[in-house]
């Protein structure tokens, strides 16, 4: 229930090829104003996110924290697109989400935003090149091009010896780095990232803290997280309780 669907990433939509996505000089990175979302179940009510105004910048990286139920995952897809708000206005690198198909969102998607989760969610029968490969092969590159560039992206990651490797044979900080290679490997703006270091240990998730955030130079990142060993980070840290935003705390103001 509510959780943020690893797997909509790979969604299969029709190509719309017409579609542009590039940016159009936004006057934030992301704005969510207003941003309003209720579930309803079984005649019960939950308002996941009540009135919610949302912002940050290129080269930002915010973090979004809460307690459990109060909203984190609910903002952080409807910010991927992957979740539609009832009222307000989602607005990422200059796109109006809730002006554009479902098939526009998701092409959207697979163009401007990468995506690192807590379980890493590498495919198991694809060797680590072959994962990184998949945001390539979703834009329509040819398998080839895209393996190289799936090679060189394990490269900067430190993990050049294990191109050929199935993901099991890897340590979980190993994994999550193969995760990070994928989600960078199309060079999107926007990295969105739901508790990535929550499965791992303080070393490991320091390291994996360490690349994710020399990315937040030139894109913008946002983490989901529980885990206050890596709030450092934090440009900006988000707090929500019970679907609305109680305080933005940080070294940027937006
Ligand atoms: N698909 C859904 N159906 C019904 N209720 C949902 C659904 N998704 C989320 N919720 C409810 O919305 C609230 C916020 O959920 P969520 O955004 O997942 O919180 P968090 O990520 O902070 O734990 C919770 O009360 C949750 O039970
Ligand atoms: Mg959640």
Known sequence: MGKFNPFSFFKTGKKTSNFDPAPVSPEHSISVQKGKKTFTQGGESTYALRSVDFQAEIGELVMIVGPSGSGKTTLLSVIAG??????????????????????????????????????????????????????????????????????????????????????KKLSGGQQQRVAIARALVHDPELIICDEPTSALDSETGIKVMDLISAQAKKRTVIIVTHDNRIYKYADRIVELEDGQIISSTGKTHV
């Open 82 to 167: 992957t979740l539609r708000c009832d009222e307000g206005s989602v607005t990422v690198l200059g796109r109006r989400l809730d002006n554009l198909s479902s098939n526009q969102i998701t092409d959207f998607r697979r163009q401007n935003i990468g995506f690192i989760f807590q379980q890493f969610h590498l495919i198991p029968t694809l060797t680590c090149a072959e994962n990184v490969s998949i945001p390539l092969l979703l834009q329509g590159w040819k398998s080839k091009p895209a393996l190289e560039k799936a090679k060189e992206g394990l490269e900067a990651v430190g993990l050049g010896s294990k191109i050929n490797q199935f993901p």
